[in-house]
């Protein structure tokens, strides 16, 4: 199974912050990588798909970068909203696998 | 608008069986692939399992194979997923999500919990 490390695991970032949630994969994905936020008792929400495709709907301070192992997503001039938990996930093959998760605080 | 919603969630207790569903509407069932995912409490997303669109291909993560048996009923716009010999790690929210085998998931039901104890 390929294995999704997401780093860091929690973070506390003011309003207007810039921050970058990194996620490496256990072996080359290609740009098979997602991202996905979720709040509080929601289903997770898609932001970003094959590593840098910003989903529609979704504001352009959301961006993603990255193929084969290494992946980054970056939210710029962080708004109230953006406090969440961020998920990668691989879709290169099954098993599916997520990111353990990074939890995104207010300071 | 895409809609997906999941039902069949509940108590029950472990060794016993439930089955969930997921009823679409808003967009062309029968094309699309499906997944059920689960989120045990304050815990991270874990896949379930996948079904293709007409399902031909079916893929399990290790944790459930052999207990679980994802299946779709494309007359009636409805994922399912039966559940057997269900045990107290099984206890998570889960979620029925649209996307093809290897891609991403644009729309998830708001979820059914499932709490798996004696």
């Known amino acids: 199974d390929i294995q999704m490390t997401q780093s860091p695991s929690s973070l506390s970032a003011s309003v207007g912050d810039r921050v970058t949630i990194t996620c490496r994969a256990s072996?080359?994905?290609?740009?098979?990588l997602n991202w996905y936020q979720q709040k509080p008792g929601k289903a997770p929400k898609l932001l970003i798909y094959?590593?840098?495709s910003l989903q529609s709907g979704v504001p352009s301070r959301f961006s993603g970068s990255g193929s084969g192992t290494d992946f980054t997503l970056t939210i710029s001039n962080l708004q109230p909203e953006d406090f969440a938990t961020y998920y990668c996930?691989?879709?290169?093959?099954?098993?599916?696998?997520f990111g353990q998760g990074t939890r995104l605080e207010i300071k | 608008q895409v809609q997906l919603v999941e039902s069949g969630g509940g108590v029950v207790q472990p060794g016993r069986s439930l089955r969930l569903s997921c009823a679409a509407s808003?967009?062309?069932?029968?094309?699309?692939?499906m997944h059920w995912v689960r989120q045990a409490p304050g815990k991270g997303l874990e896949w379930v399992a996948f079904?293709?669109?007409?399902?031909?291909?079916?893929y399990y993560a290790d944790s459930v194979k052999g207990r679980f048996t994802i299946s779709r009923d494309n007359s009636k716009n409805t994922l399912y997923l039966q559940m057997n010999s269900l045990r107290a790690e099984d206890t998570a929210m889960y979620y029925c999500?649209?996307?093809?085998?290897?891609?991403?998931?644009?729309?998830w039901g708001q979820g059914t919990l499932v709490t798996v104890s004696s």
């Open positions: 999500a649209e996307g093809c085998e290897t891609c991403h998931s644009d729309y």
């Open positions: 808003g967009f062309t069932f029968s094309v699309y692939g």
């Open positions: 079904i293709s669109y007409d399902g031909s291909n079916k």
């Open positions: 072996q080359r994905i290609s740009s098979y």
């Open positions: 094959a590593a840098s």
């Open positions: 996930q691989q879709s290169y093959t099954t098993p599916i696998t």
